[in-house]
């Protein structure tokens, strides 16, 4: 048993032969179709909510990366006892091999964009680990069995091959994966296109929509500063010549519309805030930009829906789904098809080519990155992405705020004291914010300029912190309808969280 370890390590070398071979093979088929992205993609699809919530509470927006790791532990695992079982119980080792090889064939079949093609990047690197594993437990066993001078010359030709083989994996699995993804991104054809002019272009944020105090966010959010949330592992790459939208379903005339197409039509310029559903109170999913796109209710409307249609369901080439009502993307809102953030092309994280703006919904149920699809359908005709895992099918943004200054936990000296955040009711708009201050009365902040009903507002109050102490800021919005927000605490699940946001200082 003395070579033990060396099976052992024979079993992860074949396997990492076979993600190595993968990833070269997935250069010619798609950068998504390895055994890890494929995997990786299934499993992110089929993580319960809560354990969802769970890690990434734990580890933030880490959570692709923690993914990845915790994949290649368990890998290389298994690949190390399939190397001890390979020789104990042959042909077991090798029958673990082929098990995961075909539930990676699965799962890359799975893919919603996935061709037949998919399927080889863990077939070959199944059967090139198998081969591998055996030769090498073969030439492991033969030394087992023999003794004398000769063998430890041989144990050292098993470990060179060890290396040498464990060494190509390596370098062939991080080159394949470099020139993979390197031969589609599309970050040089992006920086080419030129954004065409809006109608009216939206007039420049007038200076007092930000207060510029320290602290507090600004009203515009730059695209690097942009939140970003997205269930894709890599970031779809889809090039502007090959993009189409394809409008279809319960319409009278499909329509197919090409970006050459887009540049036929007049483009508008908007300023719209976007929020996520998952976002706390007090945190920080939220987001402001000026967006360029068409609006979605012509492009709906030239394909003719039918009168009992009532869902537009929007399909990203990666197989996010998100359903809005039809009535809230033609009721005259500055709902879109962007193609320009902050007077840039989309970057491609938020969605290049194209994406829809929706101002008043979540973008869970609205705002589809790489978007390819608007299927004109009904609530009780199908489902979305999240609407299947337990959210709620209609996700309408909900009044509320946040206070960015003072800090939670300061300590700061008696005085007048700036107390300052954004509030938002996106297609409704905000007309107070309140402040109160332990037990007393509720006090209306200073609301800054609101340049559109689409987008948040920054509000500031000047306390006059007197008594010496621990004390408790409480906030509130009231809506452009009169709806001042609950108070009621609810999480983010099903449909956005709701509730007061507070913080404590000590004054002294
Ligand atoms: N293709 C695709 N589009 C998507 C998503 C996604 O997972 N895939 N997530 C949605 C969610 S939940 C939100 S909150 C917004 C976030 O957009 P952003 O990343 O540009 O801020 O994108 C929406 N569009
Ligand atoms: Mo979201």
Sequence with gaps: MADRELRI?????????????????????????????????????????????????????????????????????????????????????????????????????????????????????????????RGLIEKITRLDAGAGEDMSVERRQVMRGLLVAGGAALVGGVAGRLIGLRSRDVSAERADVRLPTPSEPEPSVEPGADLRIPGLTPYLTSNSDFYRIDTALTVPQVSKDDWSLRIHGMVDREIRLTYADL??????????????????????????????????????????????????????????????????????????????????????????????????????????????????????????????????????IKTECRIDVPRNHITTPPGKITIAGVAWAQHRGIKGVEIRVDQGDWQPARLAVAPSIDTWVQWSYDWDATASGLHTIWARATDGTGATQTDKQQDVVPDGATGYPSLTVRIG
């Design 9 to 133: 390590a024979a079993g992860i070398v074949a396997g990492g032969v076979t993600l190595g071979v993968a990833e070269v093979v997935s250069v010619l088929v798609s950068p998504d179709s390895t055994p890890l992205q494929a995997v990786g993609a299934w499993i992110v699809d089929h993580t319960p909510d809560g354990f969802r919530e769970w890690v990434i509470g734990l580890v933030g927006t880490n959570d692709k990366l923690l993914l990845f790791v915790s994949m290649g532990v368990v890998a290389f695992v298994l690949a190390g006892i399939a190397g001890v079982v390979e020789r104990e119980r042959r042909p077991f080792g090798s029958v673990l091999f082929a098990v995961f090889g075909l539930l990676s064939m699965l799962a890359a079949l799975g893919r919603p964009n996935a061709a037949w093609t998919w399927a080889l990047p863990a077939l070959l690197g199944m059967i090139a680990g198998i081969l591998l594993l």
């Design 263 to 396: 540049a036929a039509k007049t483009p508008i310029e908007r300023l719209v805030t976007l929020a996520c559903v998952s976002n706390p109170v007090g945190g920080d999913l939220i987001s402001n930009a000026r967006w360029l796109g068409y609006p979605l209710k012509e492009l709906i409307e030239a394909a003719g829906p039918h009168p009992d249609a009532d869902m537009v369901l929007s399909r990203s080439v990666d197989g996010f789904t998100a359903g809005s009502p039809l009535a809230v993307l033609t009721d005259g809102r500055d709902a879109m098809l962007a193609v320009g953030m902050n007077g840039e092309p989309l970057p491609t994280a938020h969605g290049y080519p194209a994406r829809l703006v929706v101002p008043g919904l979540y973008g869970y149920v609205s705002a589809t990155k790489w978007v390819s699809e608007l299927e004109i359908t009904r609530f009780d005709r199908a489902e979305a992405f999240w609407t299947r895992r337990g959210w709620s099918a209609y996700g309408p």
